[in-house]
Nanobody, 115 residues
């Protein structure tokens, strides 16, 4: 079955950096688009970054120039490098894959940006 396990969250000061990882299993990783979403308290979940199986990437306007999504198909892992973090980046971050029309999610990892 599909499993997604995020790691790398934590508490960081404004301007700091974090690198999130999502280890995937249960599907052909290299053939699927991988996404990072986030959900802040009291807000809807939003798409942050996408890495397609063809090698293209897309970002939400709010993170462009600060976040970088990457993937290692040999390790079935997708990453989110987050730089110049702001308090408004505080959220639970989830990785996501859609397989045969069904969305799968990890358990999420908390990112808190605060001084």
């Amino acid at each position: 079955q599909v499993q997604l396990v995020e790691s790398g969250g934590g508490l960081v000061q404004p301007g700091g950096s974090l690198r999130l990882s999502c280890a995937a299993s249960g599907f052909t990783f290299s053939s699927h688009t991988m996404n990072w979403h986030r959900q802040a308290p009291g807000k809807e979940r939003e798409l942050v970054a996408t890495f397609t199986s063809f090698g293209s990437t897309n970002y939400a306007d709010s993170v462009k120039g600060r976040f970088t999504i990457s993937r290692d198909n040999a390790k079935s892992t997708v990453y989110l490098q987050m730089n110049s973090l702001k308090p408004e980046d505080t959220a639970v971050y989830y990785c996501n894959v859609r397989k045969w029309g069904t969305d799968y999610w990890g358990q999420g990892t908390q990112v808190t940006v605060s001084s």
